[in-house]
């Protein structure tokens, strides 16, 4: 074909289809088990997805014919194994720490313990969002099941109660498995009862199947719904106003009638609804109440769910839907999470390791819809479960992990088009709000995140149009208003590094905050902030190198500076490592981890020599099995575990607590300053490996968002925190390169 064929051919291809030729040429570059763990991650991108697929048949050949023809669909390849839990193999304390978690796109979960206790007011089988991904209602808080045989009745749920547990179902529980559905294995004498939950994927409703197998018999259930505020508990003290609807035989429509629109319709599929109205009373809350809060509640119940003469290996299927009835095909959600699941599996099987496979599949939880007034729905990223709602620094961070190394460029450009709605005066917003989508500002460094995920967004996917049309803009109006100044006295200094804040402000990560004062102040010119600041105008002057030379200049020489009163203002000869923050011109010589950044990032201010000494400092001081130390436990205001009173837990959060992100930096600087060796890998493994079987604690199958500053280093705060997952998985990935480069 000559080059006017060619070039005729070309403009004969659609915009899309030029764009998947584009993506084939880059991916042809990669080996064939390479390009196996790409094939399928476009879904959201179907040229690209067609040429992922060409790629993974025959790498070398896809540059030729992808984007002009599409490949047929491969089948998903096979999950991991589900991880279970043997219920008869450890003592109830520990069965009641492991929380197994379920989420859909709309920002609703379904989480309790493994064996159906819940220990948490975060607890639920239907904790609904209202205003996706927010306004969090706990909808059914439980179902208690109990199994008969002729005269003999078995109770099979279970509850926490003062000094009590009743019924106490757990001696039934052998086995729970944290498979595409939840599922838990009751054995009853001969029978076996295998329960299953599973979320709709596009409502507020929860399906739960019960199959009975060894035997025939009846079941009973009791649904009990809260209908409240997911932070709020219920108690019989407060003015209620419960009542309940037989829709028909099996359905029921439970109401709060505080307010329009709060109900919840249960419906028994093979079985029929029994009148019994009930209120159950100090259901206690045992995690809430370590945690210094108020944890007792009270609950109702409109009476009795019941399945006949249940055959042996028959199912019967009990849905729960906010507001209205809402049909749930079981097998169908189950296949469509499978495959969803599966596909993220694939997306890093080429070069991680199992755990990188369970975190890719985790990292699903946190991309939901949010809902804008006046305008579209978009993708978004929660920060973490049970509470968290969608925050500008965590989804940034986490981006890369969580959806460039799964090559999900369309969820990454929602995500970006999400925060950019509410892009003033230079700043991302830090947070959307809990129950609307007003956009709250109260971050210096969400902003720079954005700009360092942005890069690494076009570096991952080459998406040039992207790049140039919505991200650069954006990222030149962040620098621009952050240099010349916006809200709370964020500004460049003489010296050209950043100030930002007052005495009364918490801009930064470490933003724990108790009566209008700052636990950790950290006003002025903080470490980690101008160390983004710097890495952002480097990157920016080398995107605009050949394309706008002028401006790639002027962001050039302002790095230029930046660099040069970092290392004077911030290195700390004698610690060999660097000061945490600048304030009125006084440094901060606590030991903290935010230095590390310094090293991390893609651009450093810092000399070979002192980015080697940081890392040293940060691994002998900070360094845990889980992440890094927020504070040194030289310092004397070191806290060394996390708990007690809210007040208690707060003065402790960033002073001394371990943050499990911060491995991701930690990876990544360690490896630049000892290089891509095989002794570097080995020990880098080595840092990783606690948190494979930390998979298996607390959250099953995700990663906590902290944990406690000293040994034993127990799991604490959210149970799945996406940076966390994130940051962790991109540290899996960026070993295997390493010892790729390593040559083995």
């Known amino acids: 074909m000559g080059k006017k064929d060619k070039k005729d051919k070309e403009q004969d291809l659609s915009k899309e289809e030029r764009k998947a030729v584009k993506l084939a040429e880059k991916l042809a570059k990669k080996t064939k088990k390479q390009a196996q763990g790409i094939a399928g991650q476009m879904a959201d991108d179907p040229p690209a997805a067609a040429v992922a697929e060409k790629v993974a048949v025959k790498p070398k050949a896809a540059a030729k014919k992808a984007g002009v023809k599409k490949a047929a669909a491969k089948k998903s390849p096979a999950l991991p194994a589900p991880i279970t839990v043997n219920c008869k193999g450890h003592d109830l304390d520990h069965l009641l720490s492991l929380e197994w978690l379920q989420t859909n796109r709309l920002g609703a979960y379904s989480s309790s313990t493994v064996v159906g206790c819940n220990t948490r007011r975060y607890h639920g089988l239907l904790v609904a969002a209202t205003l996706p991904p927010v306004g969090r209602m706990v909808a059914l808080s439980s179902l208690m099941e109990w199994l008969d045989f002729g005269d003999q009745s078995h109770e099979l749920g279970c509850s926490e109660f003062p000094g009590n547990f009743a019924p106490k179902g757990y001696d039934y529980v052998t086995e729970y498995r944290d498979d595409v559905a939840a599922t838990t294995v009751f054995e009853v004498g001969p029978a076996r009862l295998i329960k299953e939950s599973i979320l709709a994927e596009d409502a507020n409703a929860v399906a739960v199947r019960y199959t009975l197998k060894g035997a025939s018999g009846r079941l009973r259930f009791r649904p009990f719904a809260a209908m409240r505020d997911f932070h709020h508990l219920r108690t019989l003290g407060d003015p209620q106003q419960f009542s309940f609807e037989q829709l028909?035989?099996?359905t029921v429509a439970i109401i709060d009638g505080r307010g329009p629109g709060n109900r919840v319709v249960v419906r028994i599929k093979g079985g029929v609804f029994k009148p019994d109205p009930q209120w159950w009373s100090r259901f206690c809350y045992r995690t809430d109440i370590h945690r210094g809060q108020y944890g007792c509640e009270d609950i109702?119940?409109?009476?009795?769910?019941?399945?006949?003469?249940?055959?042996?290996?028959q199912s019967i299927q009990i849905t729960?839907?906010?507001?209205?009835p809402v049909k749930v095909d079981f097998e169908a959600e189950v296949a469509a999470r499978r495959d969803r699941l599966a596909k993220l599996a694939a997306s890093v099987r080429a070069d991680g390791d199992e755990t990188a496979v369970r975190l890719a599949m985790a990292g699903d939880a946190f991309l939901t819809d949010r809902t804008f007034k006046g305008g579209p729905a978009a993708q978004t990223l929660l920060a973490g479960f049970h509470w968290f709602a969608d925050w500008g620094r965590d989804a940034f961070i986490s981006m890369p992990g969580l959806l460039l190394s799964t090559w999900q460029f369309g969820a990454a450009r929602q995500v970006f088009n999400a925060f950019l709605r509410h892009l003033s005066e230079g700043m991302i917003p830090s947070r959307y709000d809990d129950y609307a989508s007003a956009a709250h500002y109260n971050s210096v460094d969400a902003s720079l995140w954005f700009i360092v995920a942005a890069d690494r967004y076009l570096e991952a996917s080459g998406d040039d149009t992207f790049w140039t049309k919505t991200l650069l803009p954006a990222c030149r109006e962040i620098l621009d208003n952050y240099r010349k100044g916006t809200r709370y006295d964020i500004h460049a200094d003489a010296d050209g590094l950043l100030y930002a804040g007052a005495h009364n402000t918490q801009l930064t990560w470490m933003d724990a905050c108790q009566a209008g004062n700052p636990i950790t102040p950290r006003h002025g010119k903080p470490v980690e902030v101008n160390a983004l600041w710097y890495c952002a105008h480097r990157m920016l002057a080398e995107r605009c190198k050949?394309?706008?030379?002028?401006?790639?200049?002027?962001y050039d020489s302002q790095a230029k500076q930046i660099g040069e009163s970092f290392a004077k203002a911030f290195w700390h000869a004698e610690n060999g490592c660097l000061h945490d923050c600048i304030t009125d011109g006084f440094p901060d010589a606590a030991i903290r981890p935010n230095q590390i950044l310094a090293v991390s990032l893609p651009f450093s201010p810092l000399s070979a020599q002192q980015q080697a000494g940081v890392v040293k400092v940060v691994q002998e001081q900070l360094l845990t099995p889980f992440g890094l130390r927020s504070l040194s436990p030289l310092d004397s205001r070191y806290?060394?575990?996390?708990?007690?009173?809210w007040e208690s837990r707060d003065k402790a959060y960033h002073q001394g607590t371990v943050w499990a992100w911060l491995?991701?930096?930690f990876i990544e600087a360690y490896l630049r300053v000892n290089g891509p060796t095989r002794q570097a890998v080995a020990k880098a493994r080595e840092f990783l490996e606690p948190f494979d079987a930390h998979l298996a604690e607390a959250?099953?199958?995700?990663?906590?968002?902290?944990?406690?500053?000293?040994?034993?280093?127990?799991?604490?705060?959210?149970?799945?925190?996406?940076?966390?997952?994130?940051e962790l998985l991109r540290a899996k990935l960026l070993v295997a390169q390493a010892a790729k480069q390593a040559g083995g």
Do not use: N
């Open 248 to 250: 028909d035989d099996s």
């Open 300 to 313: 109702y119940c409109p009476g009795w769910l019941v399945a006949e003469d249940v055959a042996d290996g």
């Open 320 to 324: 729960a839907s906010l507001d209205g």
């Open 546 to 554: 050949g394309v706008d030379d002028r401006l790639a200049r002027k």
């Open 639 to 645: 806290r060394r575990g996390y708990g007690g009173s």
């Open 663 to 665: 491995i991701g930096p």
């Open 699 to 726: 959250g099953l199958g995700y990663v906590s968002e902290i944990f406690d500053g000293d040994q034993p280093h127990e799991p604490k705060g959210c149970i799945a925190q996406a940076w966390s997952v994130g």
